[in-house]
């Protein structure tokens, strides 16, 4: 890397060599380490090694802590959309945590590519070499957000495993399938499985982002346990969790809030504040955990990644592709 | 018993004001994360929620007189309507006034309602007015003033109140939210047997 323009989450003088969760208790810190060896075999029953693959990250000098403060875990992992485990956003830290298992856990590449392959998740992120932090902004399309420090790879990386084929456009996401664990997907709120969809070029881009830790720790299922996509210059609803397949197709993948409410919700979803969502503005946030009345902000173009996304959309008409 | 505790004021007013301390409670007990999370938003959608109960509530006092003509608590009940109706209208301007210190004031409500107009949200302030307009009016003086026939005319717009607010409550949601059945259901199923019931009685015999 030759000349590099400073990200916009690394643009203050914050960086520092301590940790940047904002006095995260020592506790955490001794399981994010040692996932205290024996407490961990006991937590999680013969899933050890599965649980604790890759951690803790290795730090990536191009992503260093920024000024930008994590929401509290209590929040990040407490107060979410995860639809297959119903539809209240205290419902996932409980329903998704009722015995769904999540490990071992398979993911497919297929499709247009030249190395179609299963992985056991641990595996594949040996294969790719480990794992890195990165905080990033987090815009839900009903207009609040979040700061997460992810830990996962470029998905980049997993494009590169694959080995595209020249006609392979797109890279269509299919989350799984579990009526018997998910509450959501016997009720049936939504079309499972979840699915969504990237264009290749957006999936290239430095900033998409496969996640499979938060906080330095493996993704509670909740979270999307455990691997999912972070697209943070895109609504959180593009992020889809608990990947089992990633299929490399020529057309353009349907997604599944566009399939429920196209009016409503697109295939692009980039974060704009000048479009409105048909019920609601998008010109500005709340901000989760900012207290009662100072957790307002205007949202930013692209969530603040103007930089790094904007040349993906070059005469692409924003306000028809929402 | 049951029917004294109905016919008291005082028990009714308490049962008003319990929605609303409610609030407070978990602030103190459990712990819930969307309390902490977004505690104005959770705070606004709660004070929604309990107008649109108290509104549906409210409208099945009449029917459930016409339909029990001899029963004593439908009787009771129709001694509050003044006063429900009144606490629906309260919860609505609380709802109203979180909802503007929540999502940005006066600028985001006209920017939602009248520059890039949103149907769910004229909705609500649709039924916000006529519930502002029938809290004014049901004033004792204002209501002597004008007259039994002019006043019962202006509070039919109560129904087209309760609509609009199911309709405003189906599409905050993402999808459809199966308590708006429960909470409007009961109304609707009353207001069918009421009209039946009318019909039969105006006929002949
Ligand atoms: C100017 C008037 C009003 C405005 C601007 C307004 C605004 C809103 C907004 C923005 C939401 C959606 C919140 C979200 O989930 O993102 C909402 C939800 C709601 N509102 Fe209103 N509202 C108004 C009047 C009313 C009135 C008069 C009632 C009842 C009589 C009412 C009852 C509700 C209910 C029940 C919900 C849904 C709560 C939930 O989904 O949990 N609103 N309102």
């Excluded at chain 1, 323009?5 to 208790?25: F, L, M």
């Excluded at chain 1, 943070?232 to 566009?258: C, D, L, M």
């Excluded at chain 1, 955990?289 to 930089?307: A, H, V």
Aim: glycine share 6%.
């Amino acid at each position: 890397m030759l000349i590099r323009t400073p990200k916009d989450w690394e643009t203050s003088a914050a960086v520092t060599t301590e940790s940047h969760y904002h006095a995260r208790p020592r506790r955490e810190f001794l399981r994010t380490l040692g996932v205290g060896l024996a407490g961990a075999a006991l937590l999680r029953p013969g899933s050890l090694f599965a649980a604790t693959a890759g951690f803790p990250p290795k730090p990536n000098p191009l992503y260093p802590a920024s000024a930008l403060k994590p929401t509290a875990e209590e929040y990040v992992t407490g107060y979410n959309n995860f639809y297959e485990f119903g539809t209240d956003k205290e419902d996932p830290k409980v329903q998704a945590n009722k015995g769904w298992k999540t490990d071992p856990w398979t993911i497919e590449l297929k499709g247009l590519v030249n190395h179609p392959a299963k992985f056991d998740v641990n595996e594949l992120i040996k294969k790719i070499g480990g794992i890195e932090e990165r905080i990033y902004r987090f815009r839900c399309v009903e207009a609040w957000s979040m700061v997460i420090p992810w830990d996962g790879f470029a998905l980049a990386k997993l494009v590169a495993l694959a080995d595209p084929k020249p006609e392979a456009k797109y890279l269509k996401f299919t989350s799984f399938q579990d009526p018997k664990s998910a509450i959501g997907q016997r009720e049936g709120n939504l079309d499972y499985p979840y699915v969504e969809g990237l264009r290749i070029d957006e999936a290239m881009n430095e900033l998409a982002f496969l996640a499979t830790g938060i906080f330095g720790k493996p993704l509670p299922n909740q979270n999307g346990s455990p691997i999912r996509l972070v697209t943070p210059w895109k609504y959180g609803f593009k992020n889809i969790k608990s990947i089992v397949t990633v299929e490399f197709t020529a057309t353009q993948p349907k997604n599944t809030w566009n399939i429920m409410a196209a009016n409503e919700y697109g295939f692009y979803a980039n974060v704009n504040p000048k479009v409105d969502h048909p019920r609601w503005s998008q010109a500005s946030e709340r901000i989760i955990g900012g207290g009662f009345l100072s957790g307002r902000q205007d949202t930013l173009m692209f969530n603040g990644y103007e930089k790094q996304v904007a040349a993906l959309y070059q005469g692409l008409d924003l306000k028809k592709n929402y | 018993m049951l029917e004294k505790l109905l016919r008291s004021k005082i028990f009714i007013w308490t049962l008003l004001v319990l929605p609303g301390l409610w609030l407070a409670w978990p602030l103190f007990v459990t712990h819930r994360p969307a309390l902490g999370a977004d505690p104005l938003k959770f705070i606004y959608l709660h004070f929604g929620f309990v107008a649109c109960v108290l509104l549906a509530i409210v409208l099945t006092f009449t029917p459930l007189r016409v339909l029990f003509p001899k029963s004593k608590l439908a009787l009771a009940l129709n001694r509050h309507r003044r006063l429900v109706g009144v606490a629906s209208f309260a919860y609505a301007l609380l709802h109203l006034t979180a909802y503007l210190l929540h999502e940005g004031g006066f600028r985001t409500l006209l920017h939602d309602a009248f520059e890039k107009p949103k149907l769910f949200i004229l909705a609500g302030l649709a039924t916000f007015t006529i519930l502002l307009v029938l809290a004014v009016t049901s004033l004792h003086a204002l209501v002597r003033w004008m007259g039994g026939k002019r006043w019962k005319n202006l509070h039919r717009l109560v129904y087209l109140a309760a609509a609009l607010a199911a309709y405003h409550q189906i599409y905050a949601r993402k999808l459809f939210p199966v308590q708006v059945l429960w909470i409007f259901g009961p109304l609707a199923l009353l207001e069918v047997a009421r009209i039946l019931r009318q019909r039969s009685k105006a006929r002949p015999a």
